[in-house]
């Protein structure tokens, strides 16, 4: 890996070029108490936009290039009464 930190980035292409070339996954998370799923949806739009590949994953579940992904562990548990 390059460098622990990445050096002064001024644009989301500097980043994911760095993320890239440190051999690291683009992640980028979202945090509070309120409206992180929009915020994420709204996110997902504009970096699918720019032609690239995303994955989310939130309360709804975990969507990959839009598409919801079934959990088997979902399908094969019964609903547990809490």
């Known amino acids: 890996m390059s460098e622990q930190f990445p050096p002064e980035i001024s644009s989301f292409t500097e980043w994911r070029t760095w993320v890239t070339t440190a051999g690291l996954q683009p992640v980028v998370v979202i945090a509070g108490s309120r409206g992180k799923t929009i ?3 709204i996110l997902e739009a ?3 936009s720019a032609g690239l590949r995303v994955a989310t994953w939130s309360s709804h579940g975990v969507d990959i290039e839009g ?3 079934l959990s088997l562990i979902h399908i094969s548990e019964p609903t547990r009464p809490y």
């Open 39 to 41: 915020v994420a949806k």
């Open 46 to 48: 504009i970096l699918q």
């Open 67 to 69: 598409v919801r992904q």
